[in-house]
Nanobody, 123 residues
């Protein structure tokens, strides 16, 4: 069964950093695009960042310059390095595996979604 699991969330103060991981089980990610999405309480899910199989990356305007998406050399994990966090970054972060990089959370090409990891930015 194909599965991805997110980890690395937690409580961090404004201005702090976290690194989220999206780890694949049962397959490797090298031929897939990965997207990171987040959902704040009471809000719709939104795209944060995505990476194509060729390494092309995309970022939402709200995180450009603060977040970095990358792949591990073993091709089983994709990371989201988050710096200069603000309370507006609070939410549950999900990764999704698909056939193309997109920031659209309703894209029908996503094959697998993780269960999410909670990020709380608060003093």
């Amino acid at each position: 069964q194909l599965q991805v699991v997110e980890s690395g969330g937690g409580l961090v103060q404004p201005g702090g950093s976290l690194r989220l991981s999206c780890t694949a089980y049962g397959f490797t990610l090298e031929l897939h695009a990965i997207g990171w999405f987040r959902q704040a309480p009471g809000k719709e899910r939104e795209g944060v960042s995505s990476i194509n199989s060729d390494g092309t990356t995309y970022y939402a305007d709200s995180v450009e310059g603060r977040f970095t998406i990358s792949r591990d050399n073993d091709q089983t994990t994709v990371y989201l390095q988050m710096n200069s966090l603000t309370p507006e970054d609070t939410g549950t972060y999900y990764c999704a595996v698909g056939d193309m990089a997109t920031l659209n959370p309703t894209y029908r090409g996503f094959e697998v979604w993780g269960q999410g990891t909670l990020v709380t930015v608060s003093s």
